[in-house]
Nanobody
Framework: EVQLVESGGGLVQAGGSLRLSCAAS????????IGWFRQSPGKEREGVSC????????YSIRSVKDRFTISRDSAKNTVSLQMNSLKPEDTAVYFC?????????????????????WGQGTQVTVSS
């Protein structure tokens, strides 16, 4: 079965770094659009970053673009999110999600409008 498992969350002070990992099983990350989403109390879930085989480069929302980097490790069948210069507003439960890559050339967040698979989430807490 398709399964996603996140790890790497934790507590860090503002300005610190964390690296999240999304380990996939039952499918190849090279064939799927993979995205990182986050949800914090009082806010709707939002897409943060994504990557797919049809993208020439990864995508991140503007608020994290200069601080977060998403990457794919095909050999390990994982997708990671390197988070640097963390801010308290980054505090959230972070989820990875996956959907079959449409290979249409559309942005990966288009494919991830309705992800077919979700991980369980990992908590990221950034203290001020």
């Amino acid at each position: 079965e398709v399964q996603l498992v996140e790890s790497g969350g934790g507590l860090v002070q503002a300005g610190g770094s964390l690296r999240l990992s999304c380990a996939a099983s039952g499918f190849s990350v090279d064939d799927y659009a993979i995205g990182w989403f986050r949800q914090s109390p009082g806010k709707e879930r939002e897409g943060v970053s994504c990557i797919s085989s049809s993208d020439t480069s990864p995508y991140s929302i503007r608020s994290v673009k200069d601080r977060f980097t998403i990457s794919r490790d095909s050999a390990k069948n994982t997708v990671s999110l390197q988070m640097n210069s963390l801010k308290p507003e980054d505090t959230a439960v972070y989820f990875c999600a996956a959907e079959v890559d449409s290979r249409s050339g559309s942005p990966c967040m288009v494919d991830l409008r309705a992800p077919g698979h979700w991980g369980q989430g990992t908590q990221v807490t950034v203290s001020s």
